[in-house]
């Protein structure tokens, strides 16, 4: 229901943007894992923004405190609570838009379905501050995974119409800590500086651009996930649309796929120098029937540019419905599918080990 | 868990390929609601093959029986168990695949899931067979919305390269049952024929084709669904990544919004001559928040090329991994999209129905 | 929700007592595992009528049919559809009932919660006949633990104001095998047909008389099961509540315990011959903090008389509610509790087995 | 899964006993309620100790924080998560307790269950302290539900062999208050003075006493609830059953029913004074099949002694597993039934939202 997901390992998300605090509670962490705080914090600061022109205006460090489930950074198996204080938070900025719905955010849904009592100062509960809860849970998922040796990467795949070199078919962890390591997430430094500049050129036009991410799971064993509703696909996929502006996830070579013939499209079957039976491609994406094969489990996710913009937009009135303009003023981020990077690669963490735990594996 | 999705609407999918019978049941349809028979097995009719050259072989027609739930044509608000038969089944035609997993089918994985206990004659569990159930109590779904003026559409909306034109942004009932009523359901008999040359291509070349499509819900009301993991787009995609070949779900513009600006991709607010707010174009597919907007909920899938080609393929013995050949004999639709498009349909129902049943509106 | 239950495992009960079928829906058992087929029928017969005059008149046995999910006699790890044919249904006995409803049945309830759209025939999908498959299911749990060594036993422990005997503090397998050999499941034979002779005058005064169950679970290993609302006894007794006419629940000395001190009360830990941990009484019935403590899990559920007497009683007409008398006709059981012992054997397997999916002990 | 119950309205209990905090996460709470905080307070009061001589030493009142969820008093919709500060831990108390297994604790089965990684201070996430943010939820609960004319009652119905008087048939809310307001929650203020005499004596015997708590829920509509598993006895017992020292739940007469026989045990129907259909007697607790009848809803737990008594006790170290002996040191209650009575009302309360959510009353 609503702001949680997971089987086995259960997480939800509580809190507002402009509330007392935000934070995630975890259900269901195997219990004797050590959290290395200081790594943690690292991942939290890759989805924050102030970091350079690109995004919002430098804001204090989240950072997670621990009320429940550990002692001594190490899990207790209890449930964890994690909880993140609200500071430097402005509600000024936003007062004019309580009863004008800002387009393409949740302002007018949420006034529909709760029927105006939402607290949808910054976004409420919607607001992309809310993926910071996320990422801590995300953040301690990868360490656990990472002990099992099971690497989570992304990367920006395409800001506007630039597009990202792809990865490789096996990538190794280092890579992947390359990227984590960049400003800009991207595996083609020089397509990056093409990409910021769109961030730019748009932030000029007091305008916005929209981006993809590509991200993948290595290490993961063949035979994980369950047949039709709950396969890997299934499950990363009702994450994924959970983070802000997420508006379409695929698989493998994904749409690509329906473009072709079955001939170009399936990965033939063979063997590895190690006699391990692999697939000589991965256009599938490391999931045949919602259940691995043991080849990285890739996908991409489409992220639509920030609605937030400061032109001059079309509105109405609540509850009247009289036509109306709206100019949004405040700190935004001209492109947020950069600092969404680690947020998708918290949300595969997240089902990944969960899927995990569904089968037993510890 | 696995074959089973839903909240206050609980469908679950039961049955192998060649076993004794395949069905659903289903928890938590209204009570009082009659169910046109002869309308059900229309709609079931439209998923199943041998009506043309563009399918397998000519079948019997899926008969659901009704094992419980049911009395007089009346939904009794107990649960509803559907059966249907298993007939014409011709496990021969499967036996050589027993130990060499087909490419890109799930021979592979069930076999390392359930070592090698999976019954996958005809490909089990996972095979499009298992859509049968699933359109049936779609079906039935179907005729409850309506009786609410929800109404769900679909077409193809590509096969290969070539486009099916687009739904219009507000469509009438009356042109889905138009599409429906056609033995191919496009939009465009132009682009249809084309397609479906497309398809007789990949078929004379021993080989498949994949493809895309396209489908609306109209008539939901805005404020239903649920924030952040339990959105319209979450349901949505959990199910319909369910559906066998499904790599990829967008919504609205999808992957397009990537590419494109803020200014462009926003969706201004409105109203329509009869003074309700609207938005005046629906990039967003009819949904911000993972909640409706009252405009009709918009959503794309891609379906890659059914894996079964009649050309030679690499593969390996299981469970040795040696390397090998397979030549897949048997009936296979050159492309399975076609098929599919009702099952989309159903999956769409199933989800708008549930979502009704959480908001309380029965 | 509703007719389902269980984590891992998951279990649906579905039909009516005089529609077409009846049966369940078990998803996530493990595959590889044989059902003994004649062992099952043995278990089922148990919980069948027509044995004695002690029970309603002779039946066809239920058969249970496998639709899906057992292939020759093995779990394959897809969803196990089990259907059992309706016979021998005498509808016309019910038809006066239909708008009195009787007494501490369901039938004003369904007709409250449904709108007179439920079938309530014979009982409709509340009827002890719905206990069948549920045994179906429970016997292949059974099984399934008995290959790991953990047992499950129950039996008659009073009717009206007769007691049996108490289990051992450990009991033998073979015990429960000998208690389930028995035409009346008792340990004293004697306070057995003290029993016997309770529910033969019940009978004769055109009444019924109710009773307790005991079960016991042994060889689960400690810590299993999870903390505050998972705990093994939140879930046993969710699924014992689900037995028609149970009324209550208790685990270890249950009640008895709220009149105890705690001195009296409390399981000294000590170690056995063989070095184990275990408890020196087992007050606490298996189970501390909802968890597992390794000696016998022991809980006891009380049963009300079947409400269904053949003498006048006092009801009003629905749905006008006019008071009016009933005469219930038809076979009734003047004690439901001998029936119920296999059935809550079944509730107590299904519940263990999937505890112990959840702590990945497969 | 674990610390979490509920469908449609789901709560989760998260802290530990000598943790940084405790505190429950709601989801899905109505928005636009009105919550009176002060009221909250006198209800979570009403499970402290330190008032009496019958209670541990005296505390700080735990006073709930509203993390999220709430603006100005009202519920917006979006989780509300309630943290309540460890204040006053005395962990030097409970330090020789870490190896060595209090006697009917969980300590020995949590040991088990997480291999000695749970923070069992105190009891840890067992501790009856986490039942206090139970009691702000469901202090919450109470409050919404009284808007709709549904109250919730209990009162101590026994302690040892103490017997208090019963509740009426159709009390009236004003008698749930009148207890509410005592210092010791019973009817029979005689009763009650016998009962603490027994609870006295305990504590001067170094050994603690259990009880028993009767509770109604009255106003709710007849047709409440779902069939087999997710009725409301069903519900009910699985969280009653997350409150720490419960044994026993039974519903209307329970286990009483058990020894009669069917005329004395059925609750004919009939109309009252304004023409709706009740029933006479309500031996059943206003459930059938699961399923309100319109009567008070009514049921009974049973409360074990509080295992932490003042007298020497075997137990074993761990995990050497040699036997020792124990004294447990610290602050205890002679007696936790008294206390358990309004965190039996919050359970009471919290299921009855979530089954009327459920039905779409809101």
Request: aromatic share 6%; hydrophobic share 40%.
């Amino acid at each position: 229901m609503a702001s949680q997901f997971g089987e086995q390992l259960r997480v939800s998300i509580f809190g507002e943007s402009h509330g007392n605090g935000i934070g995630a509670l975890i259900e269901g962490l195997p219990a004797g894992e050590a959290i290395d705080f200081d790594r943690l914090m690292r991942f939290m600061e890759r989805r924050q923004g102030g970091r350079n022109a690109l995004s919002t205006a430098r804001k204090e460090p989240d950072r997670p405190e621990f009320v429940s489930g550990v002692l001594d950074g190490i899990t207790t198996g209890f449930p964890v609570c994690i909880q993140i204080a609200n500071t430097n938070t402005r509600s000024g900025d936003y007062n004019n838009l309580a009863l004008k719905p800002r387009p393409s955010h949740a302002d007018f849904t949420a006034y529909m379905k709760w029927h105006g009592h939402a607290d949808m100062r910054g976004g409420g509960h919607f607001s992309g501050r809310l993926t910071a809860p996320l990422c801590a849970a995300g953040g301690i998922a990868l360490q656990i995974l990472e002990r099992r040796g099971i690497y989570v990467g992304a990367h920006l795949s395409s800001i506007g119409s630039v597009q990202d070199d792809a990865f490789p078919m096996q990538p190794e962890s280092v890579l992947f800590e390359q990227i984590a390591a960049k400003e800009f997430p991207v595996l083609s430094d020089k397509k990056g500086a093409m990409m910021q500049q769109e961030i730019l050129a748009a932030r000029e036009a007091l305008d916005s651009v929209g981006g993809t991410i590509a991200c993948m799971i290595t290490g993961m064993p063949a035979g994980l996930g369950d047949p039709m509703f709950d396969g890997i696909e299934n499950r990363l996929a009702r994450v994924l649309f959970g983070i802000p502006a997420v508006k379409g996830v695929e698989f493998g070579d994904g749409f690509a796929l329906s473009g072709m013939r079955g001939s170009a499209a399936n990965d033939p079957f063979g063997t590895d120098l190690q006699g391990n039976i692999v697939t000589k491609t991965n256009r599938n994406g490391g999931i045949l029937g919602g259940i691995t094969t043991g080849m990285p489990v890739r996908f991409r996710v489409g992220i639509k540019p920030t609605p937030s913009i400061a032109q001059k937009q079309q509105t109405v009135t609540l509850p009247e419905g009289n036509e109306t303009e709206i100019e949004i003023k405040g700190r935004h981020d001209p492109c947020i599918a950069q600092r969404a990077v680690p947020v998708v690669e918290a949300a595969a963490a997240l089902t990944a080990l969960d899927v995990l735990l569904c089968d037993g594996r510890f």
